[in-house]
C-alpha cells in the first residue's frame, strides 16, 4: 500500500497534497469521494449559475473543470502504469474551460458524469499494485508517478471543495462578492430632549 511519503509530484502540485489530510491512497481517494458527493448535494441549485467575481468560473464550469483535470490526470496514470515512455503534454484550462460548453449542460448530467468517473477511476487504481503505483512518466515536463498522480485526482477536488465553500457558498464567516450584507448599525441610546416644534421634512 504506497504513502503520501512515497509519491513523486512537482511543486506545483503539492498545494493539492496538502489539502489532504490521509497518509494512504486508498483512503484519500475514498473519503474524498465521500465528502465531495455530500458537497455536491448541499449546493443550492441557484448557486450552480453563480460566479463570486467577474471573470471567474461559476460552480458549474468548476464541476466541468474537475471532470477533465481528473480525466487528464487518469489518462497519465495509466499511460505510466503501463511503462509508456511517451512525455505527456500539458494542458490548457482555461481554453479547455471556454470550449467545454458547461453553461449549456445540465447540472445533473455533470453530478452524474463525475460519479461514474470517480467510480471507474478508484476501479482502476484500486487495481495496480505497489511497483505500477511507484510507476513515473513526464507530465507537462516533470517527473511525476501513478500514485502522485492519483493524490493529485483526490487533492485537486479537495482543494476546490473549500473554494466552493468559501468563496461561492459564503460558509466559514467570509462573505462572497456579490452577497456582502449591510454593515449593522447599533441602535443609538434614547435620549429624552424637551419638545421641541418639528421642522418640515425632518426625520427621526
Known sequence: MVKRKEITVPDFYKTYINALQEDTLQEAL???T???RKLLKQIPHKKINYAYAEGK???KELLQHIIDAERVFIYRALTFARQDPAPL????ENNWAITAKAPKRKW???VDEFKALRSANELFLNSLDDDQLLQTGSANNSPISVAGLAFVCAGHVAHHMRI???RYLGEQGELTV???AKPMVKAKPVVKKKKKKK???ARK
Not at 503534454?89 to 490548457?92: L, Q
Open 30 to 32: 475514498a473519503n474524498n
Open 164 to 166: 466552493i465553500r468559501e
Open 178 to 180: 456579490h452577497e456582502k
Open 57 to 59: 468560473w461559476t460552480i
Open 108 to 110: 445533473h448530467e455533470l
Open 34 to 36: 465521500r465528502r465531495f
Open 199 to 201: 421642522k418640515a421634512g
Open 89 to 92: 503534454p500539458g494542458f490548457d
